[in-house]
């Protein structure tokens, strides 16, 4: 079972930003930039860790979530757009990471990863759950 299959079960804590049935975004615990934001499937058994082995509806329904889930992040972080980034070699579940940029440098992987205080993740993932609101 992957960290993130235990994020989605709720056997360890997040900063949830948003859920359906079918996928969970929640904040990067180590992000690029303030509002960087995970998007994972909640899959069954055994865990797809590659994005294009999805079935190609939950491919397209990811993408359409991770849509809504990128408004908010617009609409709460202050930058020029959402980038979005899929690797998928740091943790054997399928992820796409949503990173608020204003220039291309701030989506690079090589940059130092930030720590948050938990008071401003908080109010970062309820800052952005409000804004998918609007």
């Known amino acids: 079972m992957t960290i993130f299959t235990r994020i989605i079960n709720g ?6 930003v948003a859920e359906n049935d079918k996928f969970y975004a929640f904040l990067d615990i ?3 930039q303030k509002g960087h934001t995970l998007i994972v499937p909640k899959l069954a ?3 797809a860790d590659y994005i294009f082995d999805l079935d190609d509806d939950i491919l397209s329904e990811m ?7 990128a408004k908010g992040i617009k609409g709460a972080v202050e930058c020029k757009r959402v ?3 899929v690797i998928g070699l740091e943790v054997p579940h399928v992820h796409m990471h949503l990173i608020p940029i204003s220039k291309e440098g701030d989506m690079s992987f090589a940059n130092p990863k930030m720590t948050l205080p938990a008071e401003e993740m908080a109010e970062i993932a ?6 998918m609101k609007k």
């Open 30 to 32: 180590n992000p690029l």
């Open 11 to 16: 056997e360890i804590p997040s900063y949830k």
């Open 83 to 85: 980038g979005v980034a």
């Open 63 to 69: 993408l359409v979530f991770s849509k809504q889930v």
């Open 126 to 131: 309820n800052a952005i759950a409000e804004a």
């Open 45 to 47: 058994e055994p865990e």
